[in-house]
C-alpha cells in the first residue's frame, strides 16, 4: 500500500530537548516536505527535499533542520524545541512538481 | 512571499445547501490543488486545474479555475454531512522555488442533518 509513514504520532516533551519526527514514503517519490498546521493559518511549508541531498527552506524554516541522506526518508529535527513549535506537523511526498501530493498521517507535537 | 487568500474562514450550512470557497491569488498562478481534511485527519488530493478558464467536475463538486489564473473557486452541490471537513486550495507559482506549494488557510465547512 502506497504511504507516507510519520512517527511518532504524538508527542509531549520540554523545551530544549532535541527531537526528531521521522517521515518514510515507499512510493520512490523524488520530491518530500515538511508542513506545519496552526489554528487559523492553515499548513505552512517549512523544508522542502528535491531529491537526495537536496533541501530548501520553506515559509517557516526557523528551528528546524532537516536530512535527505535515502529517497525514502525525510527527517524533521528540533534542536531545541520551544512552546511556539507546538503544532500539528504533516510530511508529503510527490513524484514531481504539479503532482498530488501525499501526506502523513501527522504528529502532534506539544513543548513544554 | 507569495499568498492565496481564502474565504470564507467558516461555513455553517444546511443539508442540501450549497456551499462554495474561494480562493485568490494576487499574481499569476501556475495551477492549483485542492485538497480535503476531514476532522482528525491528514489533507487528501482532490484535483489539479492548469489551464486559463478550466472547468472540472467530481459528483457534486466543481472546481474552476479564472480565465487570468489568478482565482479557484470549488463549489459543492446539495451538500451532504460526508463533506464536512476542511477545504483547502494549494497554489504554484512558476519561476524559482516552483516546487512549492502556498496553501490557503482553509474553509471549515460544517454540514447540519
Known amino acids: 500500500e502506497a504511504q507516507v509513514t510519520q512517527n511518532p504520532r504524538y508527542l509531549i516533551t520540554v523545551t530544549g530537548k532535541k527531537l526528531t519526527v521521522t517521515c518514510s514514503q515507499n512510493m520512490n517519490h523524488e520530491y518530500m516536505s515538511w508542513y506545519r498546521q496552526d489554528p487559523g493559518l492553515g499548513l505552512r511549508q517549512i523544508y522542502y527535499s528535491m531529491n537526495v541531498e537536496v533541501t530548501d527552506k520553506g515559509d517557516v524554516p526557523e528551528g528546524y533542520k532537516v536530512s535527505r541522506k535515502e529517497k525514502r526518508n525525510f527527517p524533521l529535527i528540533l534542536e531545541s524545541p520551544s512552546p511556539n513549535q507546538t503544532s500539528l506537523y504533516f510530511c508529503?511526498?510527490?513524484?514531481?512538481?504539479?503532482?498530488?501530493?501525499?501526506f502523513g498521517d501527522g504528529t502532534r507535537l506539544s513543548i513544554l | 512571499g507569495q499568498q492565496v487568500m481564502q474565504i470564507p474562514q467558516y461555513q455553517h450550512v444546511q443539508e442540501g445547501e450549497d456551499f462554495t470557497t474561494y480562493c485568490n491569488s494576487s499574481?499569476?498562478?501556475?495551477?492549483i490543488q485542492w485538497y480535503k481534511q476531514r476532522p482528525g485527519g491528514h489533507p487528501v488530493f482532490l484535483i489539479q486545474?492548469?489551464?486559463?478558464?478550466e472547468v472540472k467536475k467530481q459528483k457534486r463538486l466543481t472546481f474552476q479555475f479564472g480565465e487570468a489564473k489568478k482565482n479557484s473557486s470549488l463549489h459543492i452541490t446539495a451538500t451532504q454531512t460526508t463533506d464536512v471537513g476542511t477545504y483547502f486550495c494549494?497554489?504554484?507559482?512558476?519561476?524559482?522555488?516552483?516546487?512549492?506549494?502556498?496553501f490557503g488557510k482553509g474553509t471549515k465547512l460544517s454540514v447540519i442533518p
Open positions: 494549494a497554489g504554484r507559482y512558476s519561476g524559482a522555488g516552483s516546487y512549492q506549494l502556498t
Open positions: 499574481t499569476t498562478l501556475s495551477n
Open positions: 508529503a511526498s510527490t513524484q514531481r512538481t504539479g503532482q498530488p501530493q501525499h
Open positions: 486545474l492548469v489551464k486559463s478558464g
